[in-house]
């Protein structure tokens, strides 16, 4: 704020406030809209220091039609908690009326303004223009983010007050509007966390296998400065957004809120946030209590990693407390488990490992028949408790399930493709939570997504309503309901993002459906590969159109993440990650195994092809 904007001059007397570590800045000739002449951009705010808060002056006496608009938008992108400052460019009926929190829309450069008066009109008492755009993506009053396009108008229509003579804004359109670099600058991405309602993690217990509750994460965008803490807990007892709603639940009983007057939620100084609930909360017993707090401690390490322990009150009183050390025995979630192994097929085309986030140790076969060489694999995937293994032939054609114990025969596939080509048929499988493992054939006369219980039985057909393709790759997230597919249409490969919904009943097959796929990386035409690094992120190759490949992440809901764009590597043809981001990625690229140590360059591993963590 306070340089020239792109397209005009100087334009007029806005300011805003900077609250900075050495008290408040006056920063002033913040650019305003030409009075006349044809659509101009306003270009967003360079992106400000990060302890910068951004307040937004209110309007000056006698400021011109123009000067209120580009007042009003500049409020926008402050750090007002409630655009209270923004409301003092509407008129008493409008800021009544409108609700800045229900949405926000992202445009590519900030909004242009198209002008809807003749050169007199200023004199009148009524004033518009239209607000003008190209869209990059939405945020909806649940805080969900969706990429989108296309264009952008809306009408923003002024007044003259009769009694002051003063500027108004009387039609406003609702939510907020901003370009693409103020957002980043005043939201960042929060994931909150649920737990599977159909699902349950398969873990080992000194007493046996057992199942906990699966924790889903939910992103949600935030606004950065305006107490993010409160507001993420806030948006967390909400309830989770529509497209995980069918599939997750929440703990807390209906009703609960925090208490009456919470705000500025901070952990002490022993790492221990304290959360004043309402009298719904204490209806909760013991174990749904350590699930809650379960529930805020995933959310808020996601937002402050320095908190270690959660205190749930009600009406003064203490309900459940719950530390980092113990929160493994409530629930599990997919980033806390790491690997032992990472696992590939080597020369003599066997599945071989070498330990998590080792460099230069010497494979070894894994143990059972996979591992001797009783079938020639192309492709591997191992179960996410490193007890089984899953193998594709050579010809892509039959698919070998066994147990990674000494020992044993392979027996014959339990599945076998009936596509001509190799790349008409089977694609590498994945394994979910639930230790069933997942699979596409890619027959042109019968192209299906396929999930085998437990790695065996008869395969269930998946349904895929709306799916518009042939699915080239999947891998199911390690919170068993959501799946990534690179889907292939045309000649472009895509990749999209969908809810795993299961109807399961004593006696009869499952009933499995994949629904609300959307797409996660809509500016890619080729996707070469993809794997999930993180709760609810991703790893992708490949490459606009025109363009060179290239690797990046991307966030589930299409937006992309603020973590640091991977070390550039040539003709990688597969790539392996996994939700403990802590490990390094590991891809295949000129018939060699490399892996990227953090803030490192890539280095080579060993000679091999189809590297993969569990699952």
Not at 142 to 165: C, F, I, N, W
Request: proline residues 7%; aromatic residues 4%.
């Amino acid at each position: 704020m306070g340089a020239d904007r792109e397209g005009g001059g100087r334009r007029g007397p806005a300011r805003v406030m900077a609250y900075t570590a050495c008290g408040v800045v006056l920063l002033a000739g913040c650019a305003s809209m030409p009075d006349s002449g044809d659509l101009r951009g306003v270009e967003s705010t360079p992106r400000q220091d990060p302890q910068v808060r951004v307040f937004a002056m209110p309007p000056q006496e006698d400021a011109t039609p123009s000067d209120i608009v580009q007042g009003f938008l500049e409020a926008l992108t402050s750090d007002d908690p409630h655009y209270e400052t923004a409301q003092k460019y509407l008129t008493r009926d409008a800021a009544e009326n409108w609700r800045p929190e229900g949405s926000a829309t992202v445009l590519a450069d900030g909004p242009g303004t198209e002008s809807n008066h003749s050169a007199n009109r200023e004199d009148a008492n009524d004033y518009s223009v239209t607000l003008t755009g190209t869209k990059v993506a939405t945020v909806d009053a649940q805080q969900s983010y969706s990429p989108a396009d296309g264009s952008y108008r809306q009408v923003v229509h002024l007044t003259r007050d009769e009694k002051s003579g003063q500027w108004r804004i009387d039609v406003v359109p609702q939510g907020v509007v901003m370009g693409k670099s103020d957002f980043q600058r005043n939201y960042m991405s929060v994931n909150r966390y649920y737990f599977a309602s159909n699902t349950a993690v398969r873990a080992d217990a000194e007493t046996g296998p057992s199942r906990e509750p699966a924790a889903v994460a939910d992103p949600v965008y935030v606004r950065r400065r305006v107490d993010p803490t409160t507001q993420v807990v806030r948006s967390l007892l909400s309830g989770p957004t529509s497209l995980l709603s069918p599939v997750v639940r929440s703990s807390f009983p209906t009703g609960t809120a925090l208490a009456k007057g919470v705000a500025g939620l901070t952990p002490d100084d022993r790492s221990r946030l304290t959360v004043p609930l309402n009298e719904k909360a204490a209806r909760a017993g013991a174990d749904k209590c350590d699930e809650m707090a379960a529930q805020l401690l995933f959310t808020l390490q996601n937002l402050t990693p320095t908190v270690e322990e959660v205190e749930l009150r009600s009406g003064g009183k203490q309900l459940c407390s719950l530390t980092e050390d113990r929160v493994d025995t409530v629930a599990t979630r997919g980033s806390a488990q790491r690997p032992d192994y990472l696992y590939f097929v080597d020369a003599d085309d066997r599945v071989v490992r070498i330990a998590a986030g080792s460099n230069g140790t010497r494979p070894e076969p894994v143990p059972g028949p996979l591992g001797e060489g009783q079938k020639a694999l192309r492709s591997v995937a191992v179960s996410r408790d490193e007890h089984s293994a899953a193998g594709i032939s050579l010809d892509s054609k039959s698919l070998f399930v066994g147990s990674l114990v000494p020992g044993g025969s392979l027996g014959e596939p339990v599945l076998v493709s009936g596509g001509k080509a190799e790349t008409d048929r089977l694609t590498p499988p994945s394994w979910d939570a639930q230790g069933d493992l997942w699979i596409a054939d890619r027959n042109p006369a019968d192209p299906r997504l396929l999930l085998l219980k437990e790695g065996g039985g008869d395969p269930v057909q998946v349904r895929t309503p709306g799916l518009d393709g042939r699915v080239q790759t999947v891998r199911v997230a390690a919170d068993g309901v959501r799946i990534a597919l690179v889907v292939e249409k045309e000649g472009k490969r895509s990749l999209l993002i969908g809810r795993i919904e299961r109807d399961e009943k004593a006696g009869e097959p499952p009933a499995v459906t994949v629904l609300e796929l959307r797409s996660a990386t809509p500016e890619l035409e080729e996707v070469t590969a993809m794997s999930w690094a993180g709760d609810s992120r991703l790893v992708v190759v490949g490459r606009e159109r025109g363009g060179v490949q290239q690797i990046g992440y991307v966030q589930v809901d299409g937006s992309t993440p603020e973590a640091s764009v991977p070390a550039a590597l040539t003709g990688v043809k597969e790539i392996a990650a996994t939700e403990d981001e802590r490990l390094p990625l590991v891809a295949y690229s000129e018939d060699m195994i490399v892996r990227l140590p953090s803030g490192l360059q890539w280095q080579k591993v060993t000679e091999g092809t189809a590297p993969v963590y569990p699952g």
